[in-house]
């Protein structure tokens, strides 16, 4: 089992910047590829980006490329999300999520353990 907590939503205005951070505990968090995930109101829970175990490897979903910057410490157990420059559309709860296998797929399934996630709501 890993457990997951996120922390660092907020308000913010538009244009503003936020740094979420996800802090886990339990098995070896660097043998884990960790991502970010965000859920508006009566929307799908979507992809935001993701990062391998050693943190070589990234991927951001397009809405949030050039805007959102995905770094974990692994001697910290910890994963965090930078993001800047943001907009309205931003606004939702923000997950982070764990899981094994090859590559960083998008998809929800695709990862086991979840945070309960961090509210994010960028005011126009």
């Known amino acids: 089992q890993v457990q997951l907590v996120e922390s660092g939503g907020g308000l913010v205005q538009a244009g503003g910047s936020l740094r979420l951070s996800c802090a886990a505990s339990g098995r070896t968090f660097s043998n884990y590829k960790m991502s970010w995930f965000r859920q508006a109101p009566e929307k799908e829970r979507e992809f935001v980006g993701a990062i391998s175990e050693s943190g070589s490897t990234l991927s951001y979903s397009d809405s949030v490329k050039g805007r959102f910057t995905i770094s974990r410490n692994n001697a910290k157990n910890t994963v965090a999300l930078q993001m800047n420059n943001l907009r309205p559309e931003d606004t939702a709860v923000y997950y982070c999520?764990?899981?094994?296998?090859?590559?960083?797929?998008?998809?929800?399934?695709?990862?086991?353990?979840w945070g309960q996630g961090t509210q994010v709501t960028v005011s126009s």
């Open positions: 999520a764990a899981g094994t296998g090859l590559g960083l797929p998008p998809q929800v399934h695709a990862y086991d353990y």
